[in-house]
């Protein structure tokens, strides 16, 4: 491991003209301590061998991105939601991924409690399962930017609530800079969230934002003072990987490993 | 007026292509009851033109957008902010708007709770002179999207507590659904305004946002349940006007006259 580099991590997403093996690969060359892979990702190689090449390389598995897309308009698309998810803890548990990050909607329908409520219902009913594979679960609460076709979830302090309404405490939180530095009460939320920290992700915010999708920004680029959430995080005890989860063209556009090296160079600068 | 528009406005920035002449004069011919001007296009003729011809044409100006933008990185710059809200506020007086909109953000540095600070010493300030003419000001909690370039009000909570801390009743908040409407504490929140809301604007969210700043919806395009919306507000005792504002380029490539009688129709189908 590089030195400087014991938590830094590395998502997939943020290098996606890489395949799973080359992630891992890249991911140990550039001295980072993990990698964030995606189940469509996993499925060019299999879960196991993205085990084995992560275990050999000496890299963790920070998370496996994402279960969740839970709400459906009715019972049976709810079921081949939740089946779908059940094999998503399959396959962390084969990747030995630290966590499964869960996407928390969308609505199904224009009222959004109807669409909260499928979501805790059907995060309890995945938590019993999660439980007997020893799968700690990580609800990501997302920018209300994607309340309409992605996650009904939008504030930390609603995650919180919604992980400790789950009484197992293999239910957390993914705090993520991107999607929660807007917030009013992220300092108190960061400390309620004291124990429930199950993942920590980050990109920075441009401004103006360039594109909902695809604008998330390299470390130091936009409006984030990405360190002092850091220090907010880490004052609640974790103590785990940062992984660095950028959905960018121009970042997408670097050489892969280059990419790496500017993320650590920036890493160190504003963050670490 | 229109049978069931007793309530409809349009904001000016839902057909930029007419002058504000020409969107008093739409605006009476559509049988609205109310238009929303900006600053900026009232340049063109000149704030006591624009308010004679709305007397004359039986309308209320609902808005004058916008003041704010307080922010500056040092005092000499703040200053220009607040002399420029101070002409703000003369030309509300010399239009007889009904409110002077707030902008208040973006912050100047990273620290969001110094802007924040800079924002609700200001208000204050303009508060006083607001009063010394009569003109309410209406703080505008804006979608989180847009914290970073322009406002770090972003919660109607947050408006409300904002308004709450200047103690004279004539600074209050203008709710719009686009902004609002993905907040977990929605429902509490309007409740929690009661006899502060000054303003209500309304358009639709579309999903996935195809823009950041100009992706607002036609109403019933988008995720909004936007007739709960209404009831919500309503439900504070607000009887005021309800603005129609949608940044959007397939909406402005309408003919004007057209797209009134559009906004008319969906108004009466999901809102009224």
Known sequence: MTAGFERLAI?????P?????????????????????????????GAG??????HAAGLNVSSLCRGGWFCAPDALGRRARMLDNFRAVDEAAELGASVLVLVCGPSSTKDLETGRRQVAEAVVELADYAASLGIPL???PMHPLYCGDRSVVVTLEQAITLARSVTAHHVGVIVDSYHLWWDPLLATSISDA???????QIADWLAPPPDPLHGRGMLGDGTIDLRRFRELVDATGYSGPIEVEIFNPSVWA???????????????????
């Open 49 to 54: 061998r993205a085990a084995r090449l992560a």
């Open 254 to 272: 670097l050489d892969p490993d280059h990419a790496l090296q500017l993320i650590g160079a920036r890493y160190l600068e504003h963050v670490a």
């Open 17 to 45: 003209r890489w395949t799973t093996e080359e992630v891992i690969a890249g991911a140990a060359r550039a001295g980072y301590c993990a990698v964030g892979l995606w189940r469509d990702r996993i499925a060019e190689c």
């Open 194 to 200: 004291t124990g429930r920290i199950f993942g920590f």
């Open 11 to 15: 998502n997939h997403a943020t290098v």
């Open 138 to 140: 990580a609800i990501e």
